[in-house]
């Protein structure tokens, strides 16, 4: 009974943050009838789970006693451990060939883009069928000039969107070069915002955030952006933590050294962003606040993982009596954490940003 109670409640705290998450980024919430969908797919994996520890139990019995001696055990134990083994690594080799072949598939609404200002578009060296998945979604998506015009009432041109899969190039390094060609490309370093963004393990990218610059801007941005994987986040940092690291460092110096060849003062603001492992990866580009400031005009990182170091030293410095979970840093003039709609309100000067989990931006001209 104590078993049933647990899962009751499992589903309905699962069902209400589901909704939360998706209030948030303006999705209609689920059905209350959603939660038989969720226990047939939490109890099925529940018994294989159990089936398997049982079945490694009875199995390691089963071999000591055919053994009978202190080697036979080692020897039993040795073999339970490699059948184990055995059985993670086929699970592991299956889950990356199942996202392998999701990452070569564009979703069927998806198109390839016919404009100048897109990777893949026309006079591109970037090949369509190289972008994987999410960077086909990424630059044949977005508002178009005219959709932008038709939202602002004012002129509007058409925004930049660059990326390189991971086919696109064999190494990281080949890809970021790959990028800033794409950037020369476009007219990327004329425009007035320049967004440099670490995707999440799949190589996916927020389409509200990025979708809210190219609004905010009247489409006179270019957002660059490159992947690293084809796994989710998690299966990414599990594996490979190193890789966001690496590949928001190199993107990051590359699309840098370009831009400091341009005259001050007419070079576009060099914005970060990052969604998750992508936040993590984007804050580990700087050694800390300071650098980030003094090589950047701004950045925004949503739902940074706690092992970010960026991260964890600017709650460490947050103000006396700032609570861990509403931080609030020299009184929000640099830094500012928001959690949800209307905490960038509490601090002076709330008019220069509207949302962010660590950010460091002089205002946008």
């Not at 957002?223 to 933590?241: E, G, H, N």
Request: net charge negative; hydrophobic share 50%; with cysteine.
């Amino acid at each position: 009974m104590l078993w049933i109670a647990a899962i009751g409640v499992l589903s309905v705290l699962a069902l209400t943050w589901q909704n939360e998450v998706r209030r948030l980024v303006e999705m209609p919430p689920l059905e209350g009838v959603d939660i038989s969908a969720f226990l047939l797919a939490f109890l099925p994996v529940v018994a294989i789970l159990l089936c398997a520890g049982k079945a490694t139990f009875w199995l390691f019995r089963r071999l000591r006693r055919m053994a009978g001696t202190v080697i036979g055990v080692i020897g039993s134990a040795t073999v339970v451990t490699g059948i184990v083994a055995g059985l993670v690594l086929v699970v592991i080799v299956s889950v990356d060939e199942i996202y392998l072949q999701r990452n070569a598939l564009p979703d069927a609404a998806v198109r390839e883009p016919a404009s100048e200002a897109r990777s893949a578009g026309p006079d591109s060296p970037v090949a369509w069928e190289t972008l994987g998945r999410h960077g086909a979604a990424f630059v044949g998506g977005g508002p178009t000039a005219s959709q932008i015009a038709d939202l602002t009432g004012g002129p509007a041109i058409e925004p930049i969107r660059v990326y390189a899969g991971l086919e696109s190039a064999p190494t990281i390094q080949e890809r970021a070069r790959l990028v800033v060609a794409e950037l020369e490309r476009t007219g990327a370093f004329e425009r007035d915002v320049l967004v440099v963004a670490t995707t999440t393990g799949s190589g996916w990218l927020e389409p509200q955030a990025i979708d809210a610059v190219e609004y905010l801007h009247d489409g006179n941005t270019a957002i660059a952006a490159m992947q690293y994987a084809y796994t989710p986040s998690w299966v990414s940092f599990l594996f490979d933590p190193d890789a966001p690291v690496a590949a928001a460092r190199v993107l990051f110096e590359a699309v840098e050294e370009t831009w400091q060849r341009l005259p001050a003062d007419s070079r576009p603001l060099l914005v970060l962003y990052g969604l998750s492992l992508g936040a993590h990866g984007g804050q580990a580009v700087f050694a800390d606040l300071d650098d980030l400031r003094a090589r950047a005009d701004g950045a925004l990182f949503v739902g940074s993982p706690h092992s970010s170091e960026l991260w964890q030293e600017l709650q460490t410095r947050r103000d006396a009596g700032s609570p861990v979970w509403q931080p609030v840093l020299d009184e929000g003039r640099e830094v500012r954490w928001i959690s949800r709609a209307g905490d960038e309100r509490l601090l002076p000067g709330h008019g220069m940003l509207r949302a962010c989990s660590i950010c460091s931006m002089r205002p946008i001209r």
